[in-house]
T-cell receptor, first 112, second 113 residues
Framework: GESVGLHLPTLSVQEGDNSIINCAYS??????FIWYKQESGKGPQFIIDIRSNMDKRQGQRVTVLLNKTVKHLSLQIAATQPGDSAVYFCAFLGTGYSTLTFGKGTMLLVSP | DAGVIQSPRHEVTEMGQEVTLRCKPI?????LFWYRQTMMRGLELLIYFNNNVPIDDSGMPEDRFSAKMPNASFSTLKIQPSEPRDSAVYFC???????????FGSGTRLTVV
């Protein structure tokens, strides 16, 4: 039979719009969170991180928000550009864990 | 810094053959990770080394897979014998400590026919 692949959630936006990509985690012991960007044919690239003692952190055109109450993480990209088109992964690390766990990813498509 | 260097970039091999993937981590990074990425399962951790010692290999799918880190600047992931279901992109990543962001290589795309 035909196999069913992993269908990534996709967010399509117009150039110049603001984008919000969401991620939920289940382990309440997670205390460190990272967003990665993966362009086609490349490895994941670090974008921004946040620790559990913060609820917001800003970078250049990107902001990460952490809501520990509902175990939710989001990445906001301001003035989205075609070069932002990629798959975005959240990753998290908990106390007692030695390695990052990655989410399934969201594909961002930016139209000119 | 050249970043994490993986070779080869692409590998096509026949079922049953041995495959060896190579990784050179960033100088000074003491942790090294091998991940496998497929459409079905996303990014999966295979094995993690700290100071050249394997710490967690629970993600290694089966005995056909083995990994070594003979020194701080080199690691290999070997599949013997290879099977079509091993087809995937294999990434190596390194970091300075467990809480740091990982730096990934460009990956090796493996196709087993």
């Amino acid at each position: 039979g035909e196999s069913v692949g992993l269908h990534l959630p996709t967010l399509s936006v117009q150039e110049g719009d603001n984008s919000i990509i969401n991620c939920a985690y289940s382990n309440s012991a997670s205390d460190y969170f990272i967003w990665y960007k993966q362009e086609s044919g490349k490895g994941p690239q670090f974008i921004i991180d946040i620790r559990s003692n913060m609820d917001k952190r800003q970078g250049q055109r990107v902001t990460v928000l952490l809501n520990k109450t509902v175990k939710h993480l989001s990445l906001q990209i301001a003035a989205t550009q075609p070069g932002d088109s990629a798959v975005y992964f959240c990753a998290f690390l908990g106390t007692g864990y030695s390695t990052l766990t990655f989410g399934k990813g969201t594909m961002l498509l930016v139209s000119p | 810094d050249a970043g994490v260097i993986q070779s080869p970039r692409h590998e096509v091999t026949e079922m049953g053959q041995e495959v060896t993937l190579r990784c050179k981590p960033i100088s000074g990074h003491n942790s090294l990770f091998w991940y496998r990425q497929t459409m079905m399962r996303g990014l999966e951790l295979l094995i993690y080394f700290n100071n050249n010692v394997p710490i967690d290999d629970s993600g290694m799918p089966e005995d056909r897979f083995s990994a070594k880190m003979p020194n701080a600047s080199f690691s290999t992931l070997k599949i013997q014998p290879s099977e079509p279901r091993d087809s995937a992109v294999y990434f190596c990543a390194s970091s300075t400590d467990r809480a740091g962001g990982y730096t990934f290589g460009s990956g090796t795309r493996l196709t087993v026919v």
